[in-house]
C-alpha cells in the first residue's frame, strides 16, 4: 500500500509561481508511474501532468504545456510539480497519484491505484 502525501499548495497571483511536492511511503517508489491531475469547483477531476520511473518520459495536460514541469527525485521518494506563469483557471485542489504498470503516450487515460489528499492551489486574477 502506497501512501502519497501532497504539500505547497497556497495562494499566489496570476503570473506568480508555486512548487507542489508528493512524498511517497509504503511501496516501491520507483516503480510507479506518477501523476499530477486536479479538480477545480463544479468541474471533474482532470490530468494535469505524468513521469515515468525513470523520467525518461513525461506527458502533460495541452492547458499547462510550456508552463508546469513534473519532474521526481527517486532517492527521495518524491515527486514535483513546478507551476509557473500560473492562470486563475489553474485555480483547483491538486492531487497526485500512482499507478503500477509502464508509462504511456495516452498517459491520464489509465486509472491510478494510489492518490493522496490533495492541496488546494489559488491563483487570483
Known amino acids: 500500500q502506497v501512501q502519497l502525501v501532497e504539500s505547497g499548495g497556497g495562494l499566489v497571483q496570476a503570473g506568480g509561481s508555486l512548487r507542489l511536492s508528493c512524498a511517497a511511503s509504503?511501496?516501491?517508489?520507483?516503480?510507479?508511474?506518477m501523476g499530477w491531475f486536479r479538480q477545480a469547483p463544479g468541474k471533474e477531476r482532470e490530468f494535469v501532468a505524468g513521469?515515468?520511473?525513470?523520467?525518461?518520459?513525461?506527458k502533460y495536460a495541452d492547458s499547462v504545456k510550456g508552463r508546469f514541469a513534473i519532474s521526481r527525485v527517486n532517492a527521495k521518494n518524491t515527486v514535483y510539480l513546478q507551476m509557473s506563469r500560473l492562470k486563475h483557471e489553474d485555480t483547483a485542489v491538486y492531487y497526485c497519484a500512482a499507478r503500477r504498470g509502464y508509462f504511456s503516450d495516452d498517459e491520464g487515460r489509465y486509472p491510478y491505484d494510489y492518490w493522496g489528499q490533495g492541496t488546494q492551489v489559488t491563483v487570483s486574477s
Open positions: 509504503g511501496g516501491t517508489f520507483r516503480t510507479y508511474v
Open positions: 513521469i515515468s520511473w525513470n523520467s525518461g518520459s513525461t
